[in-house]
């Protein structure tokens, strides 16, 4: 077992630093969900090498404990996608969670993020799953600009009669920024087909990490999906920081008048479905969001631009 530089130990674990754990994330079905990379030991890897094995492994995020103390359960935690770190990752974040509960058992555990501190509770459910529950950092949202708008809109191939109107188009946060665009129809959301570079410029110039797409079946029930061209990923399947940051946006329009659970199906269109259910507290300021994960051996490459 390793130690970082404060002489506390990130996880101690059978598998050797260098390997990648390969989990999905908000899904039962290793065939569903969002793959994500997690390094339960990383603290002799320094930034290059966490990219590196972040663009080998092709998931949309990995997760590495670079620090910690699996007695306190607190662990300091990076995120890397294909190309770049990123401040939080959703999930990764259960995907990591689940990971550390099947060594260390249910429970609580602190997360320590780029983001801000993140707590997860894990647990078993009656079917012998584990399942995590993450508390975002306090969320905000705030109405995009007709620029932002517009630029996003020619990107993806939308106009403005593709959006619904009563859910307005927002900056979203909840770990990291997201452009909120809610589509007028489901058929409008199932067929995306976007310019990759031009919306990943898009994005870099505003600083977002996803366009966090969405319909609205119900008040408590959403159907999303989530270009991450600045990843170098086409597509998330599952998005755990969008959808915390979208439980702020709900908040924030007052479509939320008492505490209420909803459900975001994502990753339908791409054949990898997923369940992410959020907690939002009209009077409160962060999302809870839920889910499950299952190891698998490897789901390849599917979400990332070939």
Known sequence: MTTDASGTSPVNHPEPASRTLRYAAFTRDPAGGNPAGVVLDASRLDDAAMLAVAAE?????????????????????????????????????????????????????????????????????????????LTSVPTRSRPASDAELDATLAALGWTHADLDPALPPHVAFGGND????????????????????????VMRRHGWTTVHLVWRESPEHFHARDPFPVGGVVEDPA?????????????????VTSPARITIRQGEDMGRPSD?????????????????????ADAGRSSQRS
């Open 276 to 296: 992410l259910l959020i907690d939002v507290d009209p009077q409160g300021t962060r999302t809870r969001v839920t889910g499950g994960a299952v190891p698998i």
């Open 57 to 133: 492994v092709g998931y949309s995020e990995t997760a590495f404990v670079t620090g910690g103390d699996e007695k306190t359960r607190r662990f300091q935690v990076r995120y890397f996608s294909p190309l770049a770190e990123v401040a939080f990752c959703g999930h990764a974040t259960v995907a990591l969670a689940v990971a550390l509960a099947e060594r260390l058992g249910p429970g609580e555990i602190v997360l320590d993020t780029a983001a801000g501190e993140i707590p997860v509770a894990t647990r078993v459910d009656d079917e012998g799953a584990v399942l995590a529950t």
């Open 239 to 255: 998005t755990g920081a969008a959808a915390a940051a979208f439980g702020g946006y709900l908040r924030t329009l007052g479509l």
């Open 178 to 201: 997201h452009l909120v665009l809610a589509a007028a129809s489901r058929t409008r959301l199932a067929e995306l087909d976007y310019d990759f570079d031009g919306l990943a410029d």
